[in-house]
């Protein structure tokens, strides 16, 4: 699924919600400061996120299940948020590009490029 952004002009971006469907997600950002949340449920593999312009948030609530390996471009933040004491594995940021902070939240959340 496509959720593509539109232009701001400006500081103000636009929030995303990643789904849990069956088509995985594509999001596409605008000129602004944009937020995309998620979860481990909703964040899988298949997902290519880009931020675009601005500085852009990816906010995830991680749980025990998998960790997926995303595609991330163009977003300059990351907060990992925990909900369980131990995650089933590491975060794998192999893919991502154009990360400048990533805020991890909560226990048992570990982290490998």
């Known amino acids: 699924m496509t959720?593509?952004?539109g232009s701001t002009g400006g500081g103000a971006g636009q929030a995303f919600t990643?789904?849990?469907s069956a088509t995985p997600?594509?999001?596409i950002g605008t000129s602004g400061n944009d937020t995309i949340v998620?979860?481990?449920t909703t964040l899988t593999t298949a997902d290519n996120?880009?931020?675009g312009a601005g500085t852009d948030t990816l906010d995830i609530t991680l749980a025990a299940a998998?960790?997926?390996l995303v595609s991330l471009s163009s977003v300059e933040n990351v907060k990992l948020t925990s909900a369980v004491a131990t995650l089933a594995?590491?975060?794998n940021a192999t893919n991502w590009t154009g990360v400048e902070k990533v805020t991890v939240a909560g226990l048992g959340v570990a982290f490998s490029d």
Do not use: F, K
Request: proline residues 14%; glycine residues 20%.
């Open 66 to 68: 998998a960790n997926p």
């Open 49 to 51: 996120i880009n931020g």
């Open 25 to 27: 997600d594509t999001i």
């Open 89 to 91: 594995g590491p975060v």
């Open 18 to 20: 990643l789904t849990n």
């Open 38 to 40: 998620g979860t481990n």
């Open 3 to 5: 959720i593509p952004g």
